[in-house]
């Protein structure tokens, strides 16, 4: 699995509750922009709309030798692939728990087709997000006095 990109501002304001691989609907010459590693997932977003899913907000750069007349928008909606079923259980828990529906990365699984990992996610609280910095804060120092301890010896 090659990561393309992924939305760790995500990780740091939801709480996720369940992740989904699904497929996306690519085209022109988007599949070698993602190659090149040429997409940003930040401030993205999944809808339902009419029992389809669409991704918003995800930028993919244009690819340097494309012709301008065949340039899809960067930043333009695309359908995601998806059971039927899942699409209406998620979108059952999305209209009933007030939950919310985010991409967190993209990635060329291994038959190097290009997947979107989505999430069921709860949005945290102010003091949620300060226990998570506090709690990576004291995870770095302890990985640090053990890195430091085997030294001392």
Same mark, same amino acid.
């Given at each position: ?5 992924? #939305? +760790?501002? *995500?990780? @740091? ?15 022109? *010459? ?9 997409? #940003?997932?930040? !401030?993205? @977003?999944?809808? @339902?709309? =009419? ?10 750069? @244009?690819?340097?030798?494309? /012709?301008?007349?065949?340039?899809? !928008?960067? =930043?333009? *909606? ?6 039927? =079923? ?10 009933? !728990? ?10 060329? /699984?291994? /038959? /190097?087709?290009? +997947?979107?990992?989505? *999430?069921?996610?709860?949005?945290? +609280?102010?003091? &949620?997000?300060?226990?998570?910095? +506090?709690?990576?804060?004291? &995870? ?6 053990? =890195? !430091? ?5």
């Amino acid at each position: 699995m090659k990561i393309i990109a992924q #939305n +760790k501002k *995500a990780l @740091f304001d939801y709480e996720v509750l369940e992740r989904l691989e699904c497929g996306i609907v690519l085209v022109g *010459a988007e599949v070698k922009s993602l190659r090149l590693s040429r997409c #940003n997932l930040k !401030d993205s @977003f999944v809808r @339902f709309i =009419k029992g389809e899913v669409f991704v918003f907000g995800m930028h993919i750069s @244009f690819f340097a030798s494309t /012709n301008p007349h065949f340039r899809p !928008d960067e =930043k333009r *909606a695309r359908k995601l692939l998806l059971h039927r =079923k899942e699409i209406d259980k998620w979108q059952g828990r999305v209209a009933q !728990d007030g939950l919310s529906v985010v991409p967190l990365m993209i990635y060329f /699984n291994k /038959n /190097n087709r290009v +997947k979107l990992q989505i *999430a069921l996610v709860r949005g945290k +609280k102010l003091h &949620d997000k300060r226990e998570s910095i +506090k709690k990576r804060i004291l &995870d770095r120092e302890a990985r640090a006095s053990l =890195k !430091d301890f085997g030294k001392h010896l």
